[in-house]
């Protein structure tokens, strides 16, 4: 988690957005941190059991192809809304509590990979 948070800080700082804020350029790293974290929360869980109600398919209550499609769907509604209210000056907001959930994320991310998949 540390490789994806330094190529996020990275590709930042490579890549400036010309006009922009630095709480904007900063909200961007966030909502890769956010993607970053929930595709390895995702990768961690695959065909693992489920404790999110929400992402549990079928009669074991794995985590499957439907999980990840649904956990998609969660943080693209989450993440939308804030490129409708970037340009109200939010970045900074946004952007901790991005990087908040990102945290969490990792964290998932680590109990994940204590917990044996199915057999």
């Known amino acids: ?3 994806t948070g330094v190529l996020v800080w990275a590709l930042t700082i490579a890549f400036p957005s010309y006009g922009a804020t630095v709480w904007h350029s900063i909200w961007k790293a966030s909502v ?3 993607v970053a974290g929930n595709a390895g929360d995702a990768a961690s869980s695959w065909g693992k059991g489920e404790t999110n109600p929400a992402l549990r398919t079928g009669t074991p209550g794995i985590f499957s192809a439907r999980s990840i499609a649904i956990k998609g769907g969660i ?5 939308m809304p804030q490129l409708i209210l970037k340009h109200r000056h939010a970045e ?3 952007a901790i509590v991005n990087f908040t959930a990102a945290g969490v994320c990792a964290a998932a991310v680590a109990h994940n990979l204590t917990i044996r998949g199915q057999p």
């Open 32 to 34: 890769a941190a956010v």
């Open 92 to 94: 900074k907001a946004m």
């Open 75 to 79: 943080t693209a509604a989450v993440l």
């Open 1 to 3: 988690m540390k490789r």
